[in-house]
């Protein structure tokens, strides 16, 4: 079994019900989610929103390879009603819902299709890999990052594991160091308590619940 650490995050709609089904999907279709962090409140990193992320790392164990979870990721995010096409629309930015009943159990009925997706679902981008691709940062009903897959070092085109960015964002090192801190990136030779401690980004992260 291979640890996988991930980050969970979101800024719009209910944005605490699409972290817990998230949760649920991941502990489902990749693997028993074992650890989790406190919830926390975040700035937008990149760009300016009204609406403040919700942030949480998770531990999953799980059997698959990374170009799998990669794609099941991708699945999840669209049944969770992530369209990345829509993000770079003001008008889908400015439009904050509220996830209601039939919202809800839409997700709860929906599974996770058994093909193998599009072409862009294949590619596996990361957030950051995809951001730039657009020029921008976007605000998202939820986004669910590979942070870490074990010790392996991924640098492929279209895959890098670690997270090339992880060590410059406070959002996603705080909730780390939460449950992991002294876990030792294989880039850097550093522990996750390290590079917190040396990370200069200054956006605001507060912890607003305690694992769930």
């Not at 999840?76 to 039939?102: H, M, Y």
Request: hydrophobic share 35%.
């Amino acid at each position: 079994m291979i640890r996988v650490f991930m980050l969970l995050g979101g800024n719009l709609g209910n944005r605490s019900f699409y972290l817990k089904t998230a949760r649920e999907k991941i502990d489902l279709l990749i693997g028993n989610v074992v650890k989790v962090s406190s919830v926390y409140e975040t700035e937008p990193w990149g760009f300016s929103h009204n609406n403040p992320f919700l942030n949480q790392a998770i531990v999953s164990e799980t059997r698959l390879e990374p170009v799998e979870i990669i794609q099941i990721i991708s699945r999840i995010e669209k049944v969770l009603g992530r369209d990345r096409e829509r993000e770079s629309d003001p008008s889908w930015q400015s439009g904050i819902g509220r996830a209601g009943e039939s919202e809800s159990s839409r997700i709860r009925e929906s599974g996770i299709g058994n093909n193998e997706g599009t072409e862009d679902d294949r590619a596996g981008r990361s957030e950051a890999d995809r951001s730039e691709e657009n020029s921008t940062y976007s605000a998202r009903k939820i986004d669910i990052d590979i942070l870490f897959y074990g010790d392996l070092i991924i640098n492929l085109e279209d895959l890098i594991i670690p997270h090339p960015r992880l060590h410059e964002r406070r959002f996603v090192l705080e909730p780390l160091a939460e449950i992991a801190p002294g876990l030792v990136h294989p880039v850097f030779n550093k522990t996750i308590r390290e590079l917190y401690e040396e990370c200069n980004d200054n956006l605001m992260v507060k912890k607003i619940e305690e694992p769930l």
